[in-house]
């Protein structure tokens, strides 16, 4: 089996999804695994297909010329992803504060900076219930090294959060 990552994005409209997967069924394909959502009025995605390997270029050459009404998608091929090792701290990270410039730049960085690598991330904005403008919330998941010191970067983090005077949680997954 070969695996396609497709990424798609378009105007939003009823029946992409369903548009989609049937040039995906067509072709002999599996839908394994998508996260897709409308933001900003367009519908934006990621999708993981698995096709026999004789039928991935059709597939591939069927989405590239023929295409989803609406929709532009890009096409890798996907790779058997290693296992992560036993020993990595799988770790979660809540925020929730003022929205502001930055705040995402600021906490990739840290992370960054000690190897943890974001393995998914959600953000959202919405309405202050009682102080009025907008919150900034954010939730993902994460790996850090086994070496990395889970306190020193709860402090940092912290510390981090402070300045930006905002909530946040880290806790072990």
Do not use: C, Y
């Amino acid at each position: 089996m070969a695996t396609l990552v497709l990424t798609v994005i378009g105007d939003d409209r009823s029946g992409l999804v369903a548009a989609l997967s049937g040039v995906v069924a067509e072709h002999g394909g599996s839908w394994e695994r998508s996260q897709m959502a409308r933001l900003a009025g367009k519908f934006a995605g990621i999708v993981v297909v698995d096709v026999p390997d004789d039928r991935a270029d059709a597939l591939s050459e069927a989405l590239s010329s023929q295409g989803v009404a609406g929709l532009h998608i890009t096409m890798e091929q996907g790779r058997e992803e290693p296992a992560a090792p036993g020993a990595v701290n799988r770790l979660h990270l809540e925020l929730v504060g003022s929205d502001r410039p930055g705040i995402i730049h600021d906490i990739a960085r840290v992370l960054a900076g000690r190897q943890v690598s974001i393995e998914e991330l959600q953000t959202a904005t919405r309405e202050a219930p009682m102080a009025g403008g907008m919150l900034f919330e954010v939730s993902a998941r994460l790996l850090a090294p086994p070496d990395v010191q889970l306190a020193e970067l709860q402090a940092v983090l912290e510390e981090l959060a402070n300045e930006l005077m905002v909530d946040l949680a880290l806790s072990a997954d």
